[in-house]
């Protein structure tokens, strides 16, 4: 026997059980940041790797063991997306985007990311992102965190927090920089391997660290808050300001770096303790130097990325009831007329009733077994075709939720009737 074919660990399937939830949560997603002005973009899943590499830093844990990257037939270096603002910047600067105007986009895809899998974390998964291009001001950061907000409760979740940081300005960062090398070079004795790295290449990462080893030594360390731009100060109150002018609760967490290296002021996490080690559902924050950086004219940015997998596995583990059902029929029918009158059934009443979910039986069983097939499906009508209805031209109707009685109608008595159930 020939050895059994399977995914990649870490590379999921969507099963046909859990695509209504999916569904559901994309669906909401996309009418909700349409709603707020964002158009919808797509970019390609391969570029070429210099473009995360340049976005992204070199230093980042992305870049430098987590990128599924291959030199192509011609010698190009190319690598599978392992997020989507690199591309999308990538974009902005080719087709000249942002002197058009303030750009407000948003993307969803897969990405992909050599990581250890586990729950939460794996090989290939699914970011929505919100982009804006060309605006500066803290308004549109508490944008970003109004809509965010605003979809944790359209979806009925609960537990999620917001923390939030200030990463300065780049010169600031510069010098913050020095102190935190300065610091942590009195204690390189507490620091383990992958820290020793990062000091000279990326100190601030450091901050980011999860070993529990060096907790004290980080939370003792110079806060970059302490050491802030005057501007960024002020960016970073405006921003407060909104959200407390908005009701939305935040705490300022100052070890909030983020693991990419193209931000600065505002940097902002979603995080719940209902997920274990893999407790950030949503991330992002402010990069206004990327585009110049990329080859673009220099434009302010911000941004943020929602994990999918995670955002649904919360929705699971809180239990939350999706309410996306459509009016279910599942049209029944017995012997070889009633089978074709029961195509030409289907496709009148999808022409006559929107929003409905249509299930022609195709087991070809006895009522009997076709009601279970109804059942199974959620219908809430069965329409059920057999030969007294074809004679007549008509078409018996059988409530499956409610002790309704079964109706014999027409076909446009019918139709009337689903349309009122709706
Ligand atoms: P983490 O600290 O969990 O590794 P990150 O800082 O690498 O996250 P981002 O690059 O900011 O994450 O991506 C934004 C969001 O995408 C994360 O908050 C998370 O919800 C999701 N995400 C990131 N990596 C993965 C992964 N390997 N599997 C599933 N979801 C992921
Ligand atoms: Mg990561």
Redesign the pocket.
Known sequence: MSKKIQAIRGMNDLLPKDSDLWTFVERTIADLFNAYGYKNIRTPVVEKTDTFCRAIGKAT??VEKEMYSWKDSNGDLLSLRP?GTAGCVRMMIEHNLPREGIQKVFYQGA?F?R?RPQK????Q?H?VGLEVFGASDAKIDSELIMITHSLWKKLGLKNITLEINTLGSAAARASYRQILIDYFSMHKDQLDEDSLRRLEINPLRILDSKNNDMQALINNAPKLIEHLDGASAEHFEQFKSYLNCLNIDFVINTRLV???DYYNRTVF?WTTTDLGA?N?????GRYDDLVEKMGGKSTDAVGL???L??LILLLEEQNVQISNHKLTVYIMAMGNEAQFKSMQIANAIHDAVSNISIYNDISLGSFKSQFKKADKAGADFALIIGEQELNNNQVSIKPLKSQDEQQTLSLDEAIKYLKECR
């Open positions: 844990d992305i997020e990405m990311r990581e939460g974390r794996y090989r998964f970011q983020r693991g990419l996490e893999q950030t559902i949503c991330a992002g990325a929602i994990g997998e995670r």
